[in-house]
Nanobody, 114 residues
Framework: QVQLVESGGGLVQAGGSLRLSCGAS????????MGWFRQAPGKQRELVAS???????NYADSVKGRFTISRGNAKNTVYLQMNSLKPEDTGIYYC????????WGQGTQVTVSS
C-alpha cells in the first residue's frame, strides 16, 4: 500500500502562484505514475497533471503553460507548481499514486479569488 500526504493549498488572488507537494510512503517502489486531480464545487473530479515513472508528463488543456508537475530526487514526492492562477482553478486538489491499485491523498483546498 501507498500512503500520500499533501500540503501547500491556500487562498490566493487571481494571477498568483501556489505550490502543492505530495509525499508518498509505503511500497513506493511499485508506483508507476503520480499526479493531481481536482474537484470544483458541483463538478466531477478531473485530471490536472500526471507524471509517469519515465518522467513523461501530461496536463489538462486548461492548465497547460501555467502548471508544472515535477518529482523530487527520491521520486517519492511530486510537486505541482501553479502559476497565473484563475478563479476557475478553485477546488480541492487530490494527489494520487498508481501502482497495482490507486491511492489518494486527503485533498488540499485551493481557492483563487478574483
Amino acid at each position: 500500500q501507498v500512503q500520500l500526504v499533501e500540503s501547500g493549498g491556500g487562498l490566493v488572488q487571481a494571477g498568483g502562484s501556489l505550490r502543492l507537494s505530495c509525499g508518498a510512503s509505503g511500497t513506493i517502489y511499485s508506483i508507476n505514475a503520480m499526479g493531481w486531480f481536482r474537484q470544483a464545487p458541483g463538478k466531477q473530479r478531473e485530471l490536472v497533471a500526471s507524471i509517469i515513472s519515465g518522467g513523461s508528463t501530461n496536463y489538462a488543456d486548461s492548465v497547460k503553460g501555467r502548471f508544472t508537475i515535477s518529482r523530487g530526487n527520491a521520486k517519492n514526492t511530486v510537486y505541482l507548481q501553479m502559476n497565473s492562477l484563475k478563479p476557475e482553478d478553485t477546488g480541492i486538489y487530490y494527489c494520487y499514486a498508481h501502482y497495482d491499485y490507486v491511492s489518494w491523498g486527503q485533498g488540499t483546498q485551493v481557492t483563487v479569488s478574483s
